[in-house]
């Protein structure tokens, strides 16, 4: 099927103008995108055409991962559609499809719609375009993340989106998953013999899994406020990311096999066995001054940091504790996997790997040497490839969004999650905060700057 183009409902909203549009126009650089592959935006302000693009230059000239070009950007113009409409009239689909060239008995769609709104937005996009009677064989629809603020609400997305699209061109969106050292994590375990036999719990103490973020809400929030950390980062990013850690081997390369292998370990998470431990297994949180932040509840209880422990009931992982931590207002940017290997006799301190995610991107391992000296003493030296480090690295890495949207037209579904997965995770999240909710409901106000609450594990 070709792909005719993109349609991003929230075109106008914080994420079109900072990832997507900048990384359709690194793509239309690159050529990458087909010849009269085209843009459109569609949003709620009544911009023309002219004025759009000239917002939309101003974005990609500050966030385009290749050097912008007046040159570059009037061809990639070219490309650029705006289309003004609210998007909680149904009606007004019918003139978006019109418009957009549609003629009625066409049996195929190569347009690829992308909903960068708020969940709470999904049900009319998607009721308005199958009651407009789009042609819907081939189109393809990305959602972005959170799916759904509860499982519920998740479950009627999904419903939805199947009366409207085949199940094989749904694709959820998790920006994480393009990112590349997410993406070299399997090439890390699969590629290197050393790591192969040790990445088990004889050898590994513990595995960590953090991002943290220096930020606070900052205009979001709204949404933010009824989602929480729980929802906004570990459910998520936080889960996919410890299945490409923990999975066993995939039988093969292909997207299926990758997902079946990330699927086993989601049902493999150990359940919670004595609900009254909540406390030594889950820790919430609340950066001071959350409460006076725009679009929030002045007696909000939502999370702002989480620090979850948990295991994983097979021969592989069994009694090895996986911490997954995240949290707004912390010290540091930072997302990081850190393998933490055992000691070895002989009192020598154990290793550790640590998997830079962002801002830096890299690998590095920590190894015991003999000081040069006459005293037998052991040091510890690093060995550290900084990928982000080197300047054709950084020019050659394309952002996760370009990534993405190159994987969805491709068809290449090995980048997006399943809707298996997601129903796990949310089924698990929600028995864990059933828990903390009827056994603890504690929340622990952090100072903004500090690395969460004071009795964090």
């Known amino acids: 099927m070709k792909n ?6 929230g075109g106008t909203g914080d994420l079109a103008y900072r990832k997507l549009l900048p990384a359709l126009y690194n793509l239309h650089c690159l050529g990458l995108l087909p010849e009269d ?3 459109v935006g569609v949003g ?3 911009y023309s055409k002219e004025d759009y693009i000239e917002i939309i230059r101003k974005w990609t000239s500050e966030f385009s991962r290749l050097k912008y070009t007046d040159k570059d950007f009037f061809e990639f113009s070219k ?3 705006y289309y003004q409409m609210d998007m909680t009239k149904v009606a007004q689909y019918r003139n978006l499809l019109a418009d957009l060239d549609y003629v009625n008995g066409r049996t195929e769609s190569g347009w690829t719609y992308y909903y960068a709104v708020p969940p709470k937005i999904f049900g009319f996009i998607t009721d308005g375009i199958r009651l407009a009677g789009c042609p819907l064989k081939g189109a393809k629809v990305i959602i972005e993340k959170p799916f759904g603020d509860t499982m519920d609400a998740a479950e009627y997305i999904y419903k939805n989106l199947k009366q409207c699209f085949s199940q094989e061109n749904i694709f959820f969106i998790d920006h994480y998953l393009g990112k590349e050292m997410i993406i070299n994590i399997m090439t890390l375990r699969f590629a290197n013999a050393i790591f192969g036999g040790v990445w088990n719990r004889n050898f590994i103490e513990k595995v960590e899994i953090n991002a943290f973020e220096e930020v606070g809400v900052g205009t979001r929030g709204g949404y933010y406020d009824k989602s929480g950390a729980m929802v906004d980062m570990v459910q998520n990013h936080l889960f996919q990311i410890l299945s490409i850690v923990a999975m066993e081997r995939p039988t093969d390369s292909s997207p299926e096999a990758i997902k079946a292998a990330q699927t086993k370990l989601f049902k493999e998470l150990k359940d919670i066995e004595d609900p009254h431990k909540i406390d030594q297994l889950l820790v919430m949180g609340q950066y001071k001054g959350y409460l006076e932040e725009d679009k929030i509840d002045p007696e909000s209880t939502t999370e702002t940091y989480v620090a979850l422990k948990l295991g994983i009931e097979n021969d592989r992982w069994r009694g090895v504790p996986f911490y997954l931590r995240t949290g707004k207002k912390m010290g540091q940017k930072k997302s990081e996997v850190v393998i933490s290997f055992k000691s070895t006799a002989g009192g020598a301190q154990s290793n550790k790997l640590v998997i830079e995610i962002q801002p830096d991107e890299g690998v590095k391992l920590d190894f015991n040497i003999k000081k040069p000296g006459t005293e037998n003493t052991i040091e510890k030296v690093d060995m550290d490839f900084c990928q982000s480090c080197v300047l054709e690295n950084r020019q050659n890495t394309p952002e996760a969004y370009e990534r993405l949207l190159m994987a969805s ?4 579904r090995s980048l997006f999650s399943q809707w298996n997965q997601i129903e796990i995770c949310w089924k698990y999240i929600n028995r864990i905060m059933e828990i903390y909710h009827r056994f ?5 106000v952090y100072e903004p700057g500090q690395e969460g609450p004071l009795n964090n594990f």
Do not use: A, N, P, T
């Open 4 to 9: 005719k183009g993109i349609i991003i409902f």
């Open 44 to 46: 709620r302000r009544d």
């Open 409 to 412: 037209m491709d068809e290449d």
């Open 79 to 81: 490309r650029i559609i």
């Open 440 to 444: 603890s409901d504690k929340l622990h």
């Open 37 to 39: 592959y085209k843009v």
